[in-house]
């Protein structure tokens, strides 16, 4: 199969990820770019879609003057949270784990803050926001690789704002939209930086994902990236001839693939 109720998954079984590139990619952002297209994102999909993986999505940030915007943002949906932990069991699925990333992307945990990538798993909404924690609006099951996938990135660049202001103000703004989710709109994640915040929705059409979201709180933030992801076909076999992608900058993919149930022996304690 390749989609239908049985791929709609839960926020328990999703990573939220902001990556800033690989210290020894930082002066080719073409070769960045390019270990991405070829290698990066066909391995995710060829690896981890035999183990669970229902969607993906990931998407090449414009290079920008704030320090705090990252290199590449990143969705990746499997069935459940038990799968994901899972997939250790397997070589693909400690490959996904460390040794792509590591080639890719900065994992140095001594990195500045602010340029420090992060990954997490996403919490409800509810009163306080923080920062590098992802949230989501609804806690419903949805399929993202279905319907269209829109992504927005804004950095506040007024300085006499807080970070508490700032946090305080998206809060509003979210807090007015979960209580107000429009027709269609099928799920919605986000995450804040300092300076940025960064959002992804679900849309059960291409007509839909043109809708103007949160249209308010974007005058208020400069935009860094703001598109609507394109479907994009990867096979799932290594063996298949495929030359990978072409990404140019500001490229959002959602990558499509043929699903399958994760094996039993990704379920229950070893």
Not at 59 to 75: F, K, L, Q, Y
Not at 88 to 103: A, D, E, K, M, S
Not at 109 to 133: A, C, G, H, V, Y
Request: hydrophobic share 35%; aromatic share 12%.
């Amino acid at each position: 199969m390749s989609g239908g109720e049985d791929y709609k998954t839960g926020y328990d079984g999703v990573r939220v990820s902001a990556w800033f590139m690989a210290k020894g990619l930082q002066d080719s952002r073409r070769d960045f770019r390019c270990l991405l297209g070829t290698e990066f994102i066909p391995a995710i999909v060829q690896l981890m879609s035999p183990q669970g993986l229902t969607a993906f999505i990931s998407s090449v940030i414009p290079d920008d003057s704030c320090e705090e915007v990252p290199d590449e943002t990143e969705i990746i949906f499997f069935s459940s949270y038990e799968v994901y932990q899972n997939r250790t069991r397997t070589t693909g699925g400690r490959l996904f784990g460390n040794g792509i990333h590591q080639v890719v992307f900065d994992l140095d945990e001594n990195t500045p803050f602010e340029r420090r990538s992060f990954t997490e798993f996403p919490q409800l909404m509810e009163n306080d926001l923080w920062i590098k924690t992802p949230y989501y609006l609804v806690d419903n099951k949805v399929d993202w690789m279905k319907g269209r996938n829109t992504h927005y990135i804004g950095v506040r660049e007024d300085s006499s704002q807080s970070v508490s202001e700032f946090l305080d103000m998206i809060h509003t703004h979210m807090a007015v939209l979960q209580n107000n989710m429009p027709s269609g709109l099928e799920g919605f994640l986000f995450v804040i930086t300092n300076k940025c915040l960064i959002y992804w929705a679900n849309w059960s059409s291409p007509k839909l994902a043109k809708s103007t979201l949160l249209y308010s709180l974007r005058q208020k933030l400069r935009k860094v990236l703001n598109t609507i992801s394109q479907p994009t076909e990867i096979p799932t076999s290594t063996k298949d001839n495929f030359k990978g992608l072409t990404l140019d900058e500001g490229d959002s993919i959602s990558t499509q693939f043929k699903r399958c149930n994760p094996p039993d022996y990704m379920y229950g304690e070893e």
